[in-house]
């Protein structure tokens, strides 16, 4: 597939790529060279509050896995047949 550079360094990107991708206006793409090659590649951006809250509950669980609080499972039949009382 062939793109043109446009005013502004703008160029758009096909639609079969759009489509194939599940891209949609507004979506942030990440951009850089490597070896004489532009790479772009669709990232997801997340607000630093979430990303803080993340961390958090994160930090919370390790705490209750080392503390005994919070079980660990070896697997997930092992976590469903706790959830259905076997």
Not at 20 to 28: R, Y
Not at 41 to 61: G, Q, S, W
Not at 73 to 80: G, H, I, S, T
């Amino acid at each position: 597939m062939l793109a043109e550079l446009r005013a502004k360094s703008q160029i758009t990107i096909p639609k079969e790529l759009v489509d194939k991708l599940g891209l949609s206006e507004g979506d942030k793409m990440e951009i850089y060279e490597r070896d004489g090659i532009i790479c772009i590649m669709p990232v997801a951006v997340y607000p630093k509050k979430y990303l803080d809250e993340l961390r958090e509950e994160i930090n919370n669980t390790k705490v209750k896995i080392a503390s005994g609080e919070q079980p660990v499972f070896d697997n997930v039949d092992a976590l469903f047949a706790k959830l259905e009382g076997n």
